[in-house]
């Protein structure tokens, strides 16, 4: 079964940067493309970036504008660039096809704080 395996977290200044990588253990097409998700302990998790298969993004309106989701197929690997960071940023980053069964993987823990 297809895993997705997250890195690129870390413990980060206000106003810093990170870039996050997502890599798929197989080639995937799905229709709904992939997109990056984060969750803060206690709360739902939700969808910040999307990308589809024709290259279009979206963005939560609490990271448009700093986030940026993009992806390299021939590595089966996307990717979120993140800038001006914010404690509310703050959560565990996670990847997954939208709407799909695909179990989520461990995430990376990004931490912004002073």
């Known amino acids: 079964q297809v895993q997705f395996v997250e890195s690129g977290g870390d413990l980060v200044q206000p106003g810093g940067s990170l870039n996050l990588s997502c890599v798929s253990t197989?080639?995937?097409?799905?229709?709904?493309?992939m997109g990056w998700y984060r969750q803060v302990l206690g709360k739902e998790r939700e969808l910040v970036a999307r990308?589809?298969?024709?290259?279009?993004?979206f963005y939560a309106d609490s990271v448009a504008g700093r986030f940026t989701i993009s992806g390299d197929s021939a590595k089966n690997t996307v990717y979120l660039q993140m800038r001006s960071l914010k404690p509310d940023d703050t959560a565990v980053y996670y990847c997954n096809i939208p709407f799909s069964p695909i179990p989520w993987g461990q995430g990376t823990q990004v931490t912004v704080s002073p």
């Open positions: 990308i589809n298969n024709g290259g279009k993004t």
């Open positions: 197989e080639t995937i097409v799905s229709r709904n493309g």
